[in-house]
Each structure stands twice: as C-alpha cells, then as structure tokens.
C-alpha cells in the first residue's frame, strides 16, 4: 500500500535529518556537484571541502558563485571548477586564469542537451539546495529565489538540502517536499554576499529611462551597477498599474507594489502577479511583506527566461546594463576584452524577448565613460576578445547620462552617430574621427 506523504513526512524528515560532514560522504569520486544560482549551502559545501583528501576528480558546478571553502583557490586537486552562465569575484581569478571552465548557454535552455539530446556531458550527479524549513505538509521553499533548483532536483541523483530558519515562503511554483531530498543538514544564517562599491548613478540616466515607460508596462530590470539604482533614481516616479515579469528584481520594487504603483493588473500573463525567478528583500521587513504574500509568484528560470514567455507579454520594457557598446550598436556586457567578468545571464533573452512583444522595449543603460571619464564605454570598436551579449540586429535603445541613442532600424552610420551624441563630450571627437574611417563621412 502507498504511503501518504502528507502523513509520514515528519518520519521523512528525521530520517534525512544528519550532520554536514554525513552527508558529505554521499559524493564520490568523480562527482559533479551542483549549487544552482541562488543556494548558497556553506555548511555542505565546507564540509565537501573538507574531504579533499579522501576525493578526486571531483567537478563543482556552481552559477554566479557566492561561496568558496577553498575549491576556487589555486594549489587543490580534488576539485574542478566549472562556472556556468555568470561569473562573480568569488571565481573570477580561477575562470580568467584557466582553472575554471566557463559555460555560455540560454538560462532557459540549460537543460536542452540532457533532455532532448540525451548528452549527459553537463549532468548534475550531487544537487545542494537551500530550502526554508518545512511547512505542516512536509513542503520547504526555495527562499527569494528559484532559478533552476527545482530542475536541478529533479534530474540529479543525490539531493542536499540546507535548512535556513529565515528563509520566507513565496508563491507560484517554489515548493519542494522533504521527500526529494536524499539528505537534509540544518544551516545557519548564509555568508553576506560579496558586494562592490557601486559609482552613483546620474539622475539623468533615469530621467532618460522614464521616458520610454508608460502607464500598464511589464517590466524587467537586470541587476547591476546601473540598473540596481533606477527606481531608487526615479525611473518609475509616478507610474500606474505597472507589471513585473522578471529574473531577478531589484531595489525599490517592492515599495512600489506596497505603494500600490505595481499591480500587475495590465499584464498579459500571471495578471495581478509579481513574477521572477529570484526576488530582491534587502531587509527583513521586506523579507516579511514578501513572505506568503500572494501577490509574488517564484518561476524556475526555464519559464521566467524563455523568450517566447517573454515575447507573450503585451507592452514588455526590458532594462539591463552594459560594460561598453560599440559604434555598431554591439552590447557588451560579460567581459572587457578576454578578461571575463559576468556572463550573459538572462539579458539575451530578455532583450530579444522584448523587442518580440507587441510594443515592447529594450533599453540598455551604461555611465558614457569610466576612470573619471578617462576610458569611453562608446567605443569605435570593440577590444579583441570581447564577448558580445546582446548582438546588433537586437540592439534597441541605449541611455548614459547625456542622452538617449535609438539604434533599431538604423544604418550604421546613422546608428554611430546616435551613440556619439550619447558619449562623454571629452571623447565624441575621437569618436567621430573613427566612426568617419570605418563608415565615412
């Protein structure tokens, strides 16, 4: 007779229930192990590292790594570093000096090759997994965020997950039952994440953005330098009924739906919803609105990331940032010549996404120089080796400070143009000088 999960989920439970380091001997030699985008799992991942004289071969896979017990530092030989999707400080050092692989693919398609091809080259064997503590049903919550935990779960062959306290429940698809988990290790409060000082942004920057978003848009706003401080900056000031469908969401949204400026209430899909795949709570009153609030829906990143998804959205403004653009209208976003420093995330996907949607937008925002405005980040050309995110046939509108640049169905030498005009005045001249060699006069 089948058990009943609802019934026996408390035995379920203490039956997984062990210290770090048990759980730790569930990886074995030869091992990929996965922390998803989002579970940052100290007490495993230390006590993993800590094996590092019973192990070999062993691959870490981690997205946007937060957490290093010591496997990204050079001089081990137990682990292999693989960093998919975005790099952080955390790794940048081991990606950029070769002792870690970097893997680019869609965010919403990571799984394409496994499911559909049946290449396992890129599989999950050990899954770590930050999730609340369980509800009276046996239920846990991913937390803030989702990404692709849940995927990672379903298709990896040991489940580990670490408990936080604090973490809140938070709707749409973000539920795991205690029953998926092949071990379960009780966790502290998780490491502050590693942060950068941030130049503050020029109120103009935001002031451009306002102008290109209307009363009833969904939007998406990626996370970074930039875009991090536009709705604190005012680039939603006075707005009505605005939609979110996002990946990750930023500073000042929540006030906005606790204001009542977001609503959702115009939204072609999850109408009346906060949709993402990660939610930003940078205090714990935020972190309190969230918690089961029905208003904020968690996606796997598989659905918030799809371009279609995206595409389906009626009046979808997709606002990133960018390291440099090109006169061509190139979007630059992962690296500064063959120094990798992020990746792509979901900006691709968003950007396309948008310019798909029936009056959708795409702005990419970025300060027009950097160094105290020694270096332009309008640049004729971009340096070797630089990885192009967003390619030009999807370049839309670019904002700095001293302007806005429309490039959609521009030539290139009318698209140079606008991007001059959009650059630090200290170097348009050089600019223009360039631009006449490469598209004339």
């Not at 208003?295 to 960018?322: C, G, K, P």
């Not at 200290?426 to 060699?437: F, I, T, Y």
Request: hydrophobic share 40%.
């Amino acid at each position: 007779m089948r058990k009943n999960r609802y019934a026996t989920w408390a035995e379920e439970y203490a039956a997984r229930l062990m210290e770090p380091a048990d759980a730790a001997r569930l990886v074995r030699n030869g091992d990929r192990v996965v922390m998803p985008i989002g579970s940052i799992t100290p007490a495993i991942a230390q006590a993993i590292w800590d094996r590092r004289e019973d192990l070999e071969n062993v691959h870490v896979l981690s997205t946007a790594p937060f957490f290093d017990p010591g496997w990204y530092a050079p001089g081990h030989t137990a682990f292999h570093g693989r960093v998919e999707l975005f790099n952080t400080i955390v790794a940048r050092s081991s990606v950029n000096e070769g002792r870690s692989d970097f893997v680019s693919i869609p965010f919403s398609r990571r799984f394409k090759p496994e499911d559909e091809r049946g290449d396992l080259s890129n599989h999950a064997d050990v899954a770590l997994i930050g999730i609340s503590p369980p509800d009276r049903f046996g239920f846990c919550s991913y937390g803030l965020s989702m990404w692709n935990k849940a995927s990672f779960v379903e298709r990896a062959r040991v489940k580990i997950g670490e408990i936080f306290p604090g973490y809140p429940v938070t709707g749409g698809a973000n539920r795991v039952h205690v029953g998926e988990f092949d071990a379960l290790v009780e966790g502290a409060a998780p490491p502050p994440l590693p942060m950068r000082d941030r130049a503050a942004i020029d109120p103009a920057m935001a002031a451009y953005v306002r102008e290109f978003i209307r009363d009833g848009d969904t939007v998406q706003i990626g996370t970074g330098s930039m875009t991090g401080q536009l709705v604190g900056a005012g680039a939603l000031d006075g707005l009505e009924e605005l939609g979110v469908h996002s990946e990750i969401t930023v500073p000042g949204l929540n006030q906005l739906v606790y204001d009542g400026a977001i609503t959702g209430s115009q939204k072609t899909l999850h109408k009346g919803k906060f949709v993402a795949t990660a939610l930003f709570a940078g205090t714990p009153e935020e972190i309190e609105f969230i918690h089961e609030n029905p208003l904020f829906e968690v996606y796997d990143v598989s659905y918030t990331n799809d371009i279609q998804t995206i595409a389906r959205h009626d009046n979808m403004v997709a606002i990133n940032n960018a390291l440099t653009v090109d006169l061509y209208g190139q979007i630059a976003c992962e690296s500064l010549g063959h120094e990798l420093w992020s990746g792509p995330g979901g900006q691709p996907e968003f950007a396309i996404g948008a310019l798909l949607a029936k009056n959708g937008r795409s702005i990419t925002v970025l300060p027009s120089a950097a160094k105290g405005g020694t270096v332009t980040r309008i640049v004729p050309q971009l340096e070797p080796g630089t990885v192009v995110t967003v390619p030009r046939q999807f370049a839309d509108i670019v904002v700095t400070e001293h302007g806005v640049a429309r490039l959609l169905g521009k030539s290139d030498r009318e698209r140079a143009n606008e991007l001059i005009s959009i650059a630090h005045p200290d170097h348009r001249a050089e600019l223009r000088k360039q631009a006449g060699k490469r598209l004339g006069s």
